[in-house]
């Protein structure tokens, strides 16, 4: 399988602010998004690597930040689907985004689903 071949149809893109838990420096992460209710939710799938993405080890400590979705900058709260969550939200990303099955199948990690919560 090809890497990005996996897309069914357009994925809309998001910027995640996130803030370095050593270095206390912003970054912004370029991310697919779906929706669920009035949360957006990520998945931290790092192309199935060992580790989490940085992104995703920088929310753990500093879950308060923005999202920008086109010209529409809002903040949110950053929080880890627990495992009923993420068995129930799982099947919406790889519907929209056929290679996050195959990045799970790559990595012995379990892939965490973020719900962005609004604030």
Not at 37 to 54: K, M, T, W, Y
Request: proline share 9%; net charge positive; hydrophobic share 40%.
């Amino acid at each position: 399988m090809r890497l990005g071949a996996g897309f069914r149809k357009p994925v809309p893109t998001l910027l995640l602010e996130h803030r370095s838990r050593k270095s206390g420096k912003n970054f912004v992460a370029p991310l697919l998004y779906i929706t669920d209710r009035n949360n957006v939710i990520v998945v931290a799938s790092a192309l199935g690597q060992a580790e989490n993405p940085q992104w995703y080890r920088n929310l753990l400590p500093n879950p308060d930040t923005h999202i920008q979705i086109g010209s529409d900058r809002r903040p949110v709260r950053a929080v880890v689907a627990s495992s009923d969550e993420r068995a129930r939200l799982w099947p919406r990303p790889v519907d929209a985004y056929a290679d996050f099955d195959s990045c799970q199948s790559w990595t012995e990690r379990g892939i965490p689903v973020i719900i962005l919560q609004p604030r």
